[in-house]
């Protein structure tokens, strides 16, 4: 009994004196920032990047980005001029998992006659027999948040691997495929073999058969009386990265092969392209934190 009153009168003290601040959420233009981990050792900042149109080609394949796509969390201190590395969203989704339609849908990846595995394929005729058949590709992050690197002098520049500086963002990722037929680990790359996304708004330098691109460093802008930089209508490029094979897909992993060979995987450097258009929101946690 001692132990519920003692419990009770804390509850009642919350309500009086407010949530802590590590329960509150930013207000206003600093609302973005909600995933932020502020009181993380060594940060200093926030950052919500959401991605709106563009493409990504892998192989043979190209899926255009029509759903928004957020990269977010915090930035820690400088170990070395003008790179940040992120620290993980609060919420564990420091890529956000958003699905993109995949042009085709299952007709461009498998035919149900090929498949060897007779469980298979009866499954695949039933997806197909039931109009289960659209295909959705989701960009994962491969590794910690910590191997998301920032260069915001290439960002702040335009200039990239043309003129000799860092690409101003790495992200390796991993792409699931979702189809009822492919399973729910269907993945193109992996942890272990991740898609390293080397990305810039200047000019990049791919091996053939590609050819040099170029991004575009957005209009530059502040809000919330100059305390959040902005970078608007920003475009992200990348065609030197390589891809590698298929896993999961399938029971039992049967329809790696077929994907494989429809994709064009593995897939060397020089054959891929993402194009990304996005904006940037950056921000002291001090000021964000000051917010809620």
Do not use: W
């Not at 001692?2 to 009770?8: D, F, P, Q, S, T």
């Not at 990047?49 to 029509?66: A, D, M, W």
């Not at 993980?88 to 339609?101: H, M, R, W």
């Amino acid at each position: 009994m001692r132990r519920l009153i003692v419990g009770v009168v804390v509850l009642a003290s919350l309500a009086v004196v407010g949530v802590p601040s590590a329960m509150a959420t930013p207000k206003g233009g600093y609302a973005v920032f909600a995933q932020c981990p502020l009181g993380t050792p060594h940060m200093n900042g926030c950052i919500y990047s959401p991605t709106t149109s563009g493409y990504i080609k892998i192989g043979k394949q190209e899926v255009p980005i029509v759903n928004k796509q957020v990269l977010q969390g915090g930035l820690l201190r400088e170990e070395e001029p003008f790179v940040k590395v992120l620290v993980a969203a609060k919420n564990g989704e420091t890529l956000t998992k958003t699905a993109q339609k995949v042009p085709g849908g299952l007709l461009d990846f498998v035919e149900c006659t090929k498949i060897s595995n007779f469980i298979v394929r009866i499954l695949c005729e039933s997806v197909f027999e039931n109009g289960l058949t659209g295909v959705n590709a989701v960009t994962e992050l491969a590794a910690p948040a910590s191997s998301v690197v920032l260069n915001t002098f290439s960002e702040a520049t335009g200039l990239g691997p043309e003129q000799g500086y860092p690409p101003a963002l790495r992200l390796p990722v991993k792409v699931k495929l979702e189809n009822p037929l492919f399973g729910s680990e269907c993945y193109i790359g992996s942890n272990s073999e991740p898609i390293e996304l080397s990305l810039t708004t200047g000019a990049t330098s791919p091996p053939a058969p590609n050819k040099s691109i170029h991004g575009k460093l957005g209009e530059l802008t502040s809000k919330a009386g100059g305390e959040i930089l902005v970078i608007k209508h920003n475009t992200l490029v990348g065609n030197a990265f390589a891809v590698g094979k298929a896993h999961g897909c399938g029971l039992l992993g049967v329809l790696d092969g077929l994907i494989e060979s429809k994709l064009g995987l593995p897939s060397a450097a020089g054959k891929n392209t993402a194009v990304l258009n996005n904006t940037v929101e950056q921000a002291g946690h001090y000021a964000v934190e000051e917010s809620e």
